[in-house]
């Protein structure tokens, strides 16, 4: 027999589990599906696992320059990126399971698969066809590849990562170069210019942080620039070729060389 439902919401994070568990208070029979871990893109691969390891990443730079602040440290200081990172999925999966537990307390039923809408009344996931009397699409979105020259390549190779790699990367690269100054580049740069990596932003548009008020712009932009990160703004990345990236920067044609 068919499972049917009062509403389906597609998608776990932020607009679908919230509207999942209202919907559920209010009297409804709800089913939620959700292809990977519910709490979605900024609780699995944004802005809570980032602010972890800016954390991290803060801890290290201010240890660092622990003698600064009268504090005495014998030995090297250095860090482990592995540990950051097992730090980083600890919170995420500390919070993630907090989402499934009030979704599982509300009575809303999760379905773990890719839910494939039939008609505006059936759903089918894990190959179960569900029926519902409304359907919520809160599918979130996911980084692109910008159509660049050989960037596609890149890609491919596992040379050139979006965010979401970035954040499960094996080890801290040396030489970053991250292409679009905005709140996730300027995000990125931050965590590993204090982790010691050389790190270069790209930005086509006239600064970073475009979204922002201009004061707030031109703090950050020197900030990043007082901890060694390189912003060239009014710049067009052309080409990228395995680990050169080629960039067009006042008139000049610009080859550059990156680990990631």
């Known amino acids: 027999m068919m499972k049917t ?9 932020p607009g679908g589990y919230v509207a ?10 709800v089913a939620l599906i959700e292809k990977e871990v519910v709490g979605g893109i900024c609780l699995n691969h944004g802005c809570i696992p980032t602010k972890t390891l800016l954390k991290n990443a803060k801890v290290y730079k201010t240890v660092k320059h622990a003698l600064d602040y009268g504090v005495m440290i014998d030995g090297a200081i250095s860090f482990d990126w592995s540990l950051m990172l097992k ?15 009030l979704l599982k307390k509300n009575g809303v039923e999760v379905f773990s698969g890719y839910g494939k809408v039939l008609s505006a009344k059936q ?3 894990n190959g179960e066809v569900l029926e519902t009397k409304n359907l919520i699409l809160a599918t979130g979105a996911s980084p692109i590849v910008p159509p660049i020259p ?12 979006t965010s979401r790699e970035l954040l499960q990367i094996k080890d801290a690269p040396k030489n970053l170069v991250i292409i679009g100054g ?5 995000e990125f740069a931050t965590i590993f210019s204090s982790l010691g990596s050389k790190v270069t932003i790209i930005e086509k548009l006239d600064g970073i942080l475009p979204m922002m008020d201009d004061d707030v712009r031109a703090a950050y932009a020197k ?8 912003i060239f703004a009014d710049a067009e990345v052309k080409a990228v070729n395995d680990h050169e990236v080629t960039y067009s920067y006042q008139g000049n044609e610009v080859k550059i060389n990156a680990d990631t």
């Open 123 to 125: 759903v089918e996931v």
């Open 87 to 101: 730090r980083k999925d600890l919170v995420v999966k500390k919070l993630t399971t907090g989402v499934a537990g």
């Open 223 to 230: 900030i990043l620039k007082r901890d060694g990160i390189e």
């Open 182 to 186: 905005g709140v996730i580049g300027v």
């Open 20 to 29: 999942a568990i209202k919907a559920a208070q209010l009297g409804a029979k």
């Open 150 to 161: 050989g960037l596609k390549d890149a890609y491919e190779k596992k040379i050139a990562v």
């Open 5 to 13: 439902y009062d509403i389906i919401v597609l998608g776990g994070g």
